[in-house]
């Protein structure tokens, strides 16, 4: 797996941020990408990358490198926030180790990791680095120096070491002297925990897509064209060379069979289209030209023996259909929810006479209590049927209701796969004073063991009064936590609370 390095600026300005930020997306729809903070003040890069990065961790990964034991506490929100590793450099003092290692206690594994970043990593100096800290970090980035030495010779050893360790990690491998294609190449392809960091650019007809803050003639001279190296890394048993590409929705439905080139998915990356390679036309196949059901372009993944392609999109068109046969798939409808939430847009627009789900749109006080009621019914059911049937009502009330709120699947699973980013909890502990509210409104009279709090609006027809996950976001006080500097000795005590 290769790993685009974008570093990141100490100050930042419009232009160049709409740049930067273009730049990004198209890099993260091939694969993870690695943000490198700015020696000194990291808050400008905090909020830029909370403010526009880090919603692209849904469908990417996001890692950022640059960290110091003194972030621990910025580290946890941009984890909770989507960030998929977090990387700390690697300290020799003693005293900052032990404070680093009690950090690194304190965070999930599998979401943090070292960096060493000095030209002076031997193979013997980064073993004994991931034999020491393995148990507390799963991840580990090493700058070497391969101006002197045999690139692939190095890389044989590295791969046998930690073969033969049967270390659980991944590591990563940079270098400031320049990694050849060939070496970076030689090294995605042979092993899954071996990944090399590469300085990436985009070549687009005319155009060029780079790091817009970035001009360091060395950095320039070491960049890869992101797109050509990706694409040397897929394998192709057919006579015309084309990758077979299967088309999924974001809900990983498969939409359809296609094919693709380098110059498709070159175009598709830098267009963020659904374009593919149409063997019956003999050239690129923008999709919806012509049929109108366009598609924006999430992710192109490839699958393990690097022989097919899996392009995440977003159908469009009215309806947003894929085939030809205008079905939402080429092995016809949708089932399910997807089908459910598209009868109920539907009928939102064009009901029928004397449709049910239209009398829902159109009278919010029914549904509120439908919706109370069939949750009610679901939790009494005892039977296995009885209880699948319940389950089954309540999801068609509340998807009217998020029909009728201009929310669908996409941003319930969105909100879902944040929440399984986020590394602390909330004690879940029941609301009676919701419950009462509940059981008020179906009519029930019961006896309330807890005081509703006063600042509590009770009101029925108020939807956000129970916003579970609290919007008053704790990053507003990244400059405050930034500046706080403690002592050595304080921050001893504050891990060995």
Not at 222 to 228: K, L, P, Q, T, V
Not at 231 to 255: G, H, I, M, N
Not at 406 to 413: D, R
Request: charge should be negative; hydrophobic fraction near 35%.
């Amino acid at each position: 797996m290769l790993c685009p390095l974008v570093k990141l600026p100490e100050n930042y300005n419009n232009d160049a941020d709409v740049m930067l930020v273009d730049f990004i997306n198209k890099l993260c729809i091939l694969g993870p990408i690695l943000l490198k903070f700015s020696p000194g003040n990291i808050t400008p890069s905090i909020e830029f990358i909370r403010n526009n990065i880090l919603h692209l961790s849904v469908s990417s990964s996001i890692y950022a490198d640059g960290f110091t034991s003194d972030n621990d506490e910025i580290v946890t929100i941009l984890l909770d926030n989507g960030l998929s590793v977090a990387f700390f450099n690697y300290i020799e003092d003693t005293i900052e180790n032990e404070i680093l290692k009690k950090v690194l206690a304190s965070l999930p594994r599998s979401r943090i990791g070292i960096t060493l970043d000095k030209e002076e990593c031997n193979l013997d100096k980064m073993m004994s680095i991931i034999e020491s800290n393995i148990h507390l970090c799963g991840n580990f980035i090493f700058n070497i120096d391969l101006s002197y030495g045999d690139e692939e010779l190095f890389m044989e050893n590295a791969l046998g070491l930690i073969k033969n360790k049967n270390l659980n990690t991944s590591v990563y491998f940079k270098t400031d002297s320049g990694m050849s294609e060939v070496c970076a190449r030689n090294m995605a392809q042979r092993d899954s925990n071996i990944h090399p960091i590469i300085l990436p650019k985009i070549l687009y007809n005319e155009l060029l897509y780079t790091n817009p803050y970035d001009n360091d003639d060395t950095t320039k001279e070491n960049e890869m064209d992101y797109i050509s190296i990706y694409t040397s890394l897929l394998k192709s048993d057919r006579a015309d060379q084309l990758y077979t590409t299967v088309v999924c929705d974001e809900f990983d439905t498969c939409l359809g069979l296609v094919y693709s080139n380098e110059e498709s998915i070159r175009l598709a990356v830098c267009e963020k289209k659904g374009i593919y390679y149409s063997r019956s036309r003999a050239g690129i196949w923008k999709k919806g030209d012509t049929s109108g059901s366009h598609q924006t372009l999430i992710s192109i993944k490839y699958d393990c023996d690097g022989d097919a392609l899996k392009f995440t999109v977003l159908q469009h068109g009215n309806p947003p259909c894929f085939c030809h046969l205008n079905t939402r798939t080429c092995w016809g409808h949708s089932r399910g929810l997807k089908k459910l939430e598209t009868m109920l847009i539907d009928r939102k627009s064009n009901s029928p006479e004397g449709s049910y789900t239209a009398r829902l749109f159109a009278d919010s006080g029914l549904l509120q209590k439908k919706l109370l009621e069939e949750v009610q019914e679901l939790v009494e059911a005892t039977e296995p049927d009885h209880i699948a049937a319940e389950a089954a009502d309540v999801i068609y009330f509340m998807m009217t209701r998020c029909i009728a709120g201009g929310i669908g699947l996409k941003e319930i699973e969105t909100h879902l796969d944040k929440r399984s980013f986020k590394i602390t909890r909330r004690p879940g502990n029941a609301k009676e004073w919701r419950t009462h509210k509940a059981k008020e409104i179906l009519g029930e009279k019961i006896q309330v063991t807890s005081t509703i709090p006063k600042n509590v609006n009770t009101s029925v027809t108020n939807d956000n009064n129970d916003n579970n996950n609290n919007n008053s976001d704790p990053i507003v006080n990244f400059t405050e936590n930034e500046n706080k500097v403690l002592s050595v000795a304080d921050r001893i005590k504050k891990f060995n609370k």
